[in-house]
């Protein structure tokens, strides 16, 4: 069964240092999506990135990066120069069609307290 | 402005009174789903919807039942609330092209049974 591990479930920084979320999953599925979601305190889900498992390349959005590695299926997520607006719990979360049917699994949630 | 509506946001109810939470998107998607998030367990999917009159289960649909007879809509409804069915609910809807797909999620619906 496929499934998404967020070994990390608080982490806390101070402002400025960069930090990374890991996201490690299992799938038998060779066509797969990843995401990342971003949950801040007032509890609305915001979409981050998508990645298709067939596109490995990382990927880098301002202060935002991911490195995409299927030899050990992981999927992290970098803050670089962390803020504290970046205080949220952030999602992972794998999606397939098995059977023709959709599942999108998520990982419990790794909680980023960035201190001032 | 493309989003997912859902009505209400907050409710307290009381064990067996039947209620629904309704879903609206504005983005013409086929795929349209639900989701209960707790502490500690991430987001689990209630029920999904491929397109109108096509519903199947998710990992936890017990106590759940879900209809789609309009694209748009997607109401959830729990006939007899628990209190094992406290909890934040998302409604989520997305479009799939090849390999391309985002989920866009709705703000989110805060329930308390008691």
């Known amino acids: 069964a496929q499934k998404v591990t967020q070994a990390q479930t608080e982490i806390s920084v101070v402002e400025k240092e960069d930090v990374t979320l890991d996201c490690v999953y299992e799938t038998r599925d060779t066509t797969y999506y990843l995401f990342w979601y971003k949950q801040p305190p007032s509890g609305e889900l915001v979409f981050l990135i998508r990645?298709?498992?067939?596109d490995e390349q990382n990927e880098i959005s301002g202060r935002y990066s991911w490195n995409f590695q299927k030899s050990t299926s992981s999927f992290n997520f970098t803050i670089t120069a962390s803020q504290v607006v970046d205080s949220a719990v952030y999602f992972c979360a794998l999606s397939e069609y098995e059977d023709s049917n959709y599942q999108l699994i998520w990982g419990a949630g790794t909680k980023l307290i960035i201190k001032p | 402005e493309a989003q997912v509506t859902q009505n209400p946001r907050y409710l307290i109810t009381v064990t067996g009174k039947k209620l629904t939470v309704t879903c609206s998107q504005n983005m013409n998607h086929e795929y349209m789903s639900w989701y209960r998030q707790d502490p500690g367990l991430g987001l689990r999917q209630i029920y999904y919807?491929?397109?109108?009159?096509?519903?199947d289960k998710g990992d936890v649909p017990e106590g759940y039942k879900v209809s789609r007879k309009e694209k748009r809509n997607f109401p959830l409804i729990l006939e007899s609330p628990s209190p094992n069915q406290t909890s934040l609910y998302f409604c989520?809807?997305?479009?799939?092209?090849?390999?391309?797909?985002?989920?866009?999620f709705g703000p989110g619906t805060r329930l308390l049974v008691l």
């Open positions: 990645r298709n498992s067939f």
């Open positions: 919807s491929m397109n109108v009159e096509v519903t």
């Open positions: 989520a809807s997305s479009h799939r092209t090849g390999y391309q797909e985002t989920q866009y």
